[in-house]
């Protein structure tokens, strides 16, 4: 039964029993209406409510200011690669536009001189800046590459070249190369693969005191709701429900207002044409699902339903909210590995300690020199002991606990003594 194991797995990952039960009993009669709730209309109050009250939620917990908007969106982290890449784009050209163009309508104008101007600035200028710490960041990059061609992605720094093409470290900001005005600079703040996270907000990104810094976009699929976030730091920050939120199935986008309309209107589907560049499905546009509330399309509102039940638990649990939830994680963190540092012989953490991941911790069991062997013997034992989900990604191996937000201090506790255990054996 669930009360027998404790699931370590990176996503989807462990909700917690009550919420479960609360939507189950809410997939079969929501609010005695008779109706389960993924039978109701996305279009009836009801599931505005349901949006609204998780969208309030999230802000109240992760202190999100008013001049940003919170998105619900479909196609996963992945969906969010191409979304974020279309989007700061097509905000940069239009800033790019309105500098050459003024205010005229660039559809509008048939200049040929100030349409090559355009193109000219965009074949030069047009930079998107990637800082490559794992391999979340790395496909986020290769998408940028494909949507746009290779010469408009700028590797900010690759952490493979100072590791031995490994990842696990993070590069020091000053060997960093950043563009002059990149359209975003992007960064995956916790890389669930390889166990690398980011300590805090880089400070050669950090805005200046008048505001003006960097676009700064993050993927924070794997960390969110783990610590408190600047969020006035970033232009957007996405994630996918599946790991610290929810179930899969949304992906949520916190968005600066600036972005949007009607500070920013995205360029025509024309003058993108005109100007070779991708022009973005319309479900990835943010400024269409802004318009829409989250509803220009059929969103999966059991799905938002339970984002929010599990973020009314936070809110309950931790009164100084991701300040609480961030208290924890440091704790389980610790004690897992510390568990494995009493043990060099046995094993080895993957990243440095600088970088460790508070959320995914990832580590070989080197024991006897053989270490095949004496991770499936590690696996076998854990799991006959009700710890399960600890196979490390297949693209790496080794062994990864995910210590997500709904893996209990007991949960961590049991995980670190069986560490002990198999180490002493
Ligand atoms: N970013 C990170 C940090 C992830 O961990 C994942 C998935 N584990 C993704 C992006 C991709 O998410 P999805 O599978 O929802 O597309």
């Known amino acids: 039964s669930r009360e027998d194991i404790t699931y370590f797995g990176a996503g989807p990952a462990l909700l917690p029993t009550d919420v479960l039960e609360t939507a189950a009993a809410s997939l079969l009669n929501y609010k005695d209406t008779g109706l389960g709730i993924a039978e109701h209309s996305h279009r009836s109050e009801l599931a505005t409510n349901i949006i609204n009250e998780a969208k309030a939620d999230l802000a109240s917990y992760l202190d999100i200011p008013e001049d940003y908007e919170v998105l619900f969106m479909q196609g996963g982290g992945t969906g969010e690669f191409s979304a974020t890449a279309y989007n700061l784009v097509g905000a940069w050209v239009e800033r790019k ?177 005109k100007l070779a560049l991708p022009i973005p499905p319309i479900i990835l546009q943010y400024e269409i699902i802004a318009k829409n509330n989250s509803l220009y399309n059929t969103l999966s509102i059991f799905d938002v339903y339970v984002a929010g039940q599990v973020l009314k638990k936070l809110l309950n649990t931790y009164p100084d909210k991701a300040a609480g939830q961030e208290a924890v994680s440091a704790k389980k963190a610790q004690l897992i590995y510390g568990a494995l540092e009493a043990h060099p012989d046995v094993y080895k953490i993957v990243p440095d300690k600088a970088v460790r991941s508070r959320m995914n911790i990832c580590f070989r069991v080197t024991k006897g020199g053989d270490v095949d062997g004496s991770e499936r013997a590690f696996l076998k034992e854990s799991t006959a002991q009700g710890l399960t989900g600890l196979k490390g990604h297949r693209s790496v191996g080794g062994i990864r606990a995910s210590s997500y937000n709904s893996i209990p201090m007991k949960g961590a506790e049991a995980l670190a003594q069986f560490v002990e255990e198999f180490a002493k054996a």
Not at 123 to 134: A, F, M, N
Not at 212 to 228: C, K, Q, T
Not at 234 to 257: D, R
């Open 97 to 273: 536009k309105k500098a050459i163009f003024g205010d005229l309508k660039a559809d509008e104008v048939n200049d040929p001189t100030l349409m090559q101007q355009l193109k000219t600035t965009i074949d030069k200028e047009l930079k998107l800046d990637y800082i490559i710490t794992g391999g979340w960041s790395q496909k986020a990059a290769a998408e940028a590459a494909r949507l746009l061609g290779p010469e408009h992605v700028n590797v900010v720094a690759d952490a493979r070249q100072i590791n031995d093409g490994k990842f696990g470290k993070i590069p020091d900001e000053s060997t960093w190369k950043l563009s002059e005005d990149a359209a975003m600079v992007y960064y995956c703040d916790n890389e669930t693969v390889d166990g690398v996270e980011f300590p805090a907000f880089p400070k050669c990104l950090e805005p200046k005191a008048d505001g003006s810094g960097p676009i700064v976009v993050a993927d924070m699929s794997s960390n969110i709701l783990s610590r408190r976030v600047p969020v006035r730091n970033f232009s957007a920050i996405f994630f996918g429900a599946q790991k610290n939120l929810g179930s899969t199935g949304v992906t949520v986008v916190i968005i600066k207002k600036d972005l949007l309309p009607p500070k920013l209107q995205q360029p025509s589907a024309s003058l993108m044409r």
